[in-house]
Structure formats: structure tokens, C-alpha cells
């Protein structure tokens, strides 16, 4: 099977194909990695404190939310998209 097919069939570019035997004749693993970027803002207990702070207050507005966090921590102030993303992941 040429290099072409086997991109077209897996959906990969050609240049995966033709990176791939070297990386694992290295004996590195071909597992995709970690995207680059900042590492999250809220780790998990950041995100247990959120979730008591929404079960405590269910009717604040996000607003308030971001108020509260910020007086809570003003060393480290939180956006409200970044408040918005983490009470998406939530659920």
C-alpha cells in the first residue's frame, strides 16, 4: 500500500505517514500528545470549591460569581469567560 493510500485511508496527512517508522523505530510512542497551550486555570480542587460555590448560591448571577472568586483570591482574578468555561464543564 503506498504512503497516499494509507494517508487517505487513516485521515492523516502524508507527512504523519512519512514522520511515523522513525518515531517508532526510536521507540517513542505514537500516541497522540498533549495539545500545546496554557495550562488549565482551574484544576480539580479550584473546580470542587466552584461547585460548592454554585450549590451555595444557585441564583447569583455569574457576575456575582466572578465578584466572589475575585474577592476571594485577588491574587489571582478570573475572567468571566473563564468562570463561564469552567460552569460549562461542569455540566
Known sequence: MSHRA?????????????????TARTGATLAPGRSPGRPPRFDQH??????????????ATRDAHVAWGNQQHPDLPVARATLDRAITRLG
Open 6 to 22: 494509507v494517508a487517505a485511508t487513516f485521515a492523516v496527512r502524508l507527512s504523519s505517514i512519512k514522520r511515523w517508522p522513525g
Open 46 to 59: 479550584d473546580r470542587d470549591v466552584l461547585r460548592a460555590r454554585l450549590d451555595a448560591a444557585p441564583d
